[in-house]
C-alpha cells in the first residue's frame, strides 16, 4: 500500500507485482520531465524521460505517462524486482535553466 | 560513459571551519555544473548553476559568500562551504551537462558533509 511518511511517502510492493508511482508537477509551463531513481547514499540515476508533446514513453520495464491535463506524471516499472528499491524523484523543467525535483516516493520491494 | 565523479565521499569538519567539495566530469567536458544540497528524507534543491568561466548564478536564499563556487575549467567545479555550521549538514550532489541544461545532466554519487 501507499503511505506519506514524515517527509516521504512510501510504496510497499511484493517482488514480481507492478508498480505505480505518482507525481504531481507544478508548473504548466514545463516541457520536459524526467524520472530519476536514488539509493540510499548515491546521487540520482537517470531512468527515463518524456516531453510535453508526448503521453507515453516505454523503456526497459518502465513506463512513464504524463497527463498535462492535470499536470499529473507518473512511473510504471513491471515486475518489480528487489534491486528496484530506492526513492524515485520525478523533475520537471519550468524553464531551460533549471531542473525542478519533486518530493520522492520511497519504493520497498518485500520477497 | 559520460562519468561524473566527487571527492570526497563523506567529510566532518569542526564548526567555523571551510570545506571543499571537487566535482568531475571524467570523460566528457562539461559546460555546465549544478550543485544541489539533499537533506534527509527529502528532495534535492538547487543552490546554483556554474558555466566554465563566469560566476555561478545562485537560487534564492543561498548565500553566495558562504557556498563558493568555481569552475575553472570544462572538468572540474568545486564547492566550498565557508565557515561551517552544523545546519550545513547535508549530501551535497553536483551534476554536469555538455550543453547547458538542455542537454541532459549527469549526477556526481554526492558528498556527505558532517559539520560537529
Known amino acids: 500500500g501507499e503511505s506519506v511518511g514524515l517527509h516521504l511517502p512510501t510504496l510497499s510492493v511484493q517482488e514480481g507485482d507492478n508498480s505505480i508511482i505518482n507525481c504531481a508537477y507544478s508548473?504548466?509551463?514545463?516541457?520536459?520531465f524526467i524520472w530519476y531513481k536514488q539509493e540510499s547514499g548515491k546521487g540520482p540515476q537517470f531512468i527515463i524521460d518524456?516531453?510535453?508533446?508526448?503521453d507515453k514513453r516505454q523503456g526497459q520495464r518502465v513506463t512513464v505517462l504524463l497527463n498535462k491535463t492535470v499536470k499529473h506524471l507518473s512511473l510504471q516499472i513491471a515486475a518489480t524486482q528487489p534491486g528496484d528499491s530506492a526513492v524515485y524523484f520525478c523533475?520537471?523543467?519550468?524553464?531551460?535553466?533549471?531542473?525542478?525535483f519533486g518530493t520522492g516516493t520511497r519504493l520497498q520491494v518485500f520477497p | 560513459g559520460a562519468v561524473v565523479s566527487q571527492h570526497p565521499s563523506w567529510v566532518i569538519c569542526k564548526s567555523g571551519t571551510s570545506v571543499k567539495i571537487e566535482c568531475r566530469s571524467l570523460?566528457?567536458?562539461?559546460?555546465?555544473m549544478f550543485w544541489y544540497r539533499q537533506f534527509p528524507k527529502q528532495s534535492l534543491m538547487l543552490m546554483a548553476t556554474?558555466?566554465?568561466?563566469?560566476?555561478?548564478?545562485?537560487e534564492q536564499g543561498v548565500e553566495k559568500d558562504k557556498f563558493l563556487i568555481n569552475h575553472a575549467s570544462l572538468t572540474l567545479s568545486t564547492l566550498t562551504v565557508t565557515s561551517a555550521h552544523p545546519e550545513d549538514s547535508s549530501f551535497y550532489i553536483c551534476?554536469?551537462?555538455?550543453?547547458?541544461?538542455?542537454?541532459?545532466?549527469?549526477f556526481g554519487p554526492g558528498t556527505r558533509l558532517t559539520v560537529t
Open positions: 551534476s554536469a551537462a555538455t550543453q547547458g541544461f538542455e542537454d541532459e545532466q549527469y
Open positions: 556554474s558555466n566554465e568561466g563566469s560566476k555561478a548564478t545562485y
Open positions: 518524456i516531453r510535453s508533446n508526448m
Open positions: 570523460d566528457f567536458q562539461a559546460t555546465t
Open positions: 508548473n504548466s509551463a514545463s516541457d520536459y
Open positions: 523533475a520537471e523543467t519550468p524553464n531551460t535553466d533549471k531542473l525542478i
